[in-house]
């Protein structure tokens, strides 16, 4: 079993950057691909953005590109979100979750694992 604590929302200014993390415990995520999705309310979860097990590629949503990055600590079994040039339509709860490679990093339905997700509000 893998927990996953996403810790780093909260509420900033549009133009603003956060940095999420995701904190895993129990069995090591190393050997996982990771991603990070949001739902805003009233609105299906989205990807946002994936990485490799070794950290060797990464995905990210259209919407998304060039602003966020993400990251990973293999040895801190924690998993990084960058958010830069934070805009409105950004507020949403955002989770982590370890999908097993091999599987579609874009497909919320082939992650084993999810955090409970941490909200970011970005004001206008």
Request: with cysteine; aromatic share 12%.
């Given at each position: ?6 810790s ?75 958010m ?37 509000t970005?004001?206008?």
């Amino acid at each position: 079993q893998v927990q996953l604590v996403e810790s780093g929302g909260g509420l900033v200014q549009s133009g603003g950057s956060l940095r999420l993390s995701c904190a895993a415990s129990g069995r090591t995520v190393s050997s996982y691909s990771m991603g990070w999705f949001r739902q805003a309310p009233g609105k299906e979860r989205e990807f946002v953005a994936g990485i490799t097990t070794s950290a060797r590629s990464t995905y990210y949503a259209d919407s998304v590109k060039g602003r966020f990055t993400i990251s990973r600590d293999n040895a801190k079994n924690t998993v990084y979100l960058q958010m830069n040039s934070l805009k409105p339509e950004d507020t949403a709860v955002y989770s982590c979750a370890a999908v097993p490679p091999g599987k579609s990093i874009y497909s919320d339905y082939a992650y084993d694992y999810w955090g409970r997700g941490t909200q970011v509000t970005v004001s206008s």
